[in-house]
């Protein structure tokens, strides 16, 4: 069965740091472009970081040097730090392949001040 199941998310300060991880089952990481995206109440989902399958790393402009994206054979994740309230949001993993287009069902991220 194809699946990614998120975690790591919760309530932290403003300052703070956060690790989401994202469990991929029936997927191969290595032959997808592996993402999160996020979304906001009222929002649009948005994307924040992407590996593509050659390693290369794209982060969007407003987590670039806050937010790191990695992997491993089996989990996708997203270091979080320097946490915003504008950070705030659903956070997404996705796995998008030549013929595949998978999603998780998300983790709350909620930043207080």
């Known amino acids: 069965q194809v699946q990614l199941v998120e975690s790591g998310g919760g309530l932290v300060q403003t300052g703070g740091s956060l690790r989401l991880s994202c469990a991929a089952s029936?997927?191969?990481?290595?032959?997808?472009?592996m993402s999160w995206y996020r979304q906001a109440p009222g929002k649009q989902r948005e994307l924040v970081a992407f590996?593509?399958?050659?390693?290369s790393i794209r982060y969007s402009d407003y987590v670039k040097g806050r937010f790191a994206i990695s992997r491993d054979n089996a989990k996708l994740y997203l270091e979080m730090n320097s946490l915003k309230s504008e950070d705030t949001a659903v956070y997404y993993c996705?796995?998008?392949?030549?013929?595949?287009?998978?999603w998780g069902q998300g983790t709350q991220v909620t930043v207080s001040s």
């Open positions: 590996i593509r399958t050659d390693g």
């Open positions: 996705n796995a998008k392949g030549l013929r595949s287009d998978v």
């Open positions: 029936g997927i191969r990481m290595s032959i997808h472009i």
